[in-house]
């Protein structure tokens, strides 16, 4: 699995706007961390965790066994 996949589909899996605010950082344990640049989106993308990830598995069958949940973190000097 090549992670920069995850990255360059980014703005299909969540959206332009979303993804101008937020990015997939690593896939860890069972866990797929999503970075954000304020704490609101973590907590808005913490509701759409379930629709989120069924989007991640059409683009990237091979990850449904991987990720089971999605984790978030705030850097706003992210982007």
Known sequence: ???LELVKR?????????????SPLKIQSDSL????????YSHELSYLSEE????????FPKLK?????LS???QEHFF
């Open 1 to 3: 699995f090549d992670f």
């Open 10 to 22: 980014w703005p299909l899996i969540v959206g332009p706007k979303m993804a101008a605010v937020t």
């Open 33 to 40: 961390f999503i970075v954000t640049k304020n704490p609101a």
């Open 52 to 59: 989120i990830k069924v989007q991640i598995f059409k683009e």
């Open 65 to 69: 066994p991987v990720i089971k949940k």
């Open 72 to 74: 978030f973190k705030t």
